[in-house]
């Protein structure tokens, strides 16, 4: 039986397929959908959104008045938005800057803290610790090394409180409303160029909340003025150097008209009779006047002589210690315009080349009159023909010098020095004055028509 082979089986199918494969090669091919073309993005630029507002509307716009007054005056934005960035008023600062202090420390009270035996200890080792710098910044400037150690310790107690407050925050505060705006801007301006010129880390510039700085305390506009680079290394640094600090302290003293070698002062004794009245830091004299006035020093010796003009200073009248002041004392005075400043650095220094304390006793029965009853004695002076200046609870030297007029026009030591007993003898005399000028309005008569 013949078999036939599958080969020649299959050939009729495969030359189907092969047929199929032909048509469908040449038949033409689909066109490939096109793409739909993109639409291209087009970049606006958008101006970054103003600084978030810190809540406060007025310093807001502080902020922006400053921004531009101080690009005007060549600082560069990014050091103004740098300096600036998150500020915002100080609520602690707003209180210090809005309310004054209902009583003031008597003098004697501030000698004690200022001068006490702690801060002597401290002065004496840091005066031993840097003797060497010491001794070169003196040769340099002129300034005894004891002064300045003074001012050393009551600024910042040797370095160990500088202030804590962000210092551009503090000043903005200060700067935007309140009291001392006009000495707050001026400041903020400068503080910004400090931070431009001396790229000190931010974190880094701190403060008391009045916007002093450093070991000295410097404010920026003094900083600008009167900084020195006490060490040597190029950079000037107040919170971290003490040289720099006392570099710093001694070139404004030296600016300011420091007489080398020559003292601030010394306690006198003044003899019975007096003329109070003449005894005023403004009302300097040759030292052979007074010395001819009876003015001795206080171990009961002719004063040295000399032809140089002194001043008799008592800070709590007739009744506690009196001072011989020479020009030195005025240029402390340019440090801090506080007397009683001026005379915590003037005994810190003396006591801590060894003399002993203030002989005279301090009249520590006198009670602190409060800030009411000092405005009181403003107006009281004024009722009475004596002009005090504006009554503000501060009695300055206008102040003084009206109450020594009073003094004299009631035949009594004229030593200028507030009392409590001195203000019952005004309120009195003040209210007679009050009786005199608008007696009782008199009756009106009951007309009947």
Known sequence: MLRCPCSLARLPRLAVLVALLAIT???????????????????????????????????????????TEALDAGITAATFDSATAGIAPIPAIIAMNANQPEFTKPVWSYLDAAVSVRRIRDAQFMLARTGEVLDRIAAQYGVPKEILVAVWGLESDYGADSGSFNLFAALATLAYDGPRAGYAKPEFLAALRIYQEQHYALSEMVGSWAGAFGQSQFTPTTFLKYAADGDGDGQIDLWHSAPDALASAARLLTEQGWARDQPWGYEVSLPNGFAYEDADLDNQKPLSEWTARGVKTIGGEALPSSDANAAIYFPAGARGPAFAVFANFSVILKYNNAASYALAVALLADRMAGAGPVHHAWPQDERTLSRSERITFQTDLAMLGFDPGTPDGVLGRKSRAALRQYQKSKAIIADGFPTAALLAMLDADAARKNQAVTPDSPAVPDVRW
């Open 25 to 67: 090669a040449c038949a033409p091919t689909a066109p490939k959908p096109i793409p739909t073309p993109q639409v291209p993005v087009v970049t606006i630029p958008v101006p970054p959104p103003p600084p978030p507002s810190l809540g406060d509307p007025k310093f807001d716009a502080f902020l922006a008045q400053a921004r």
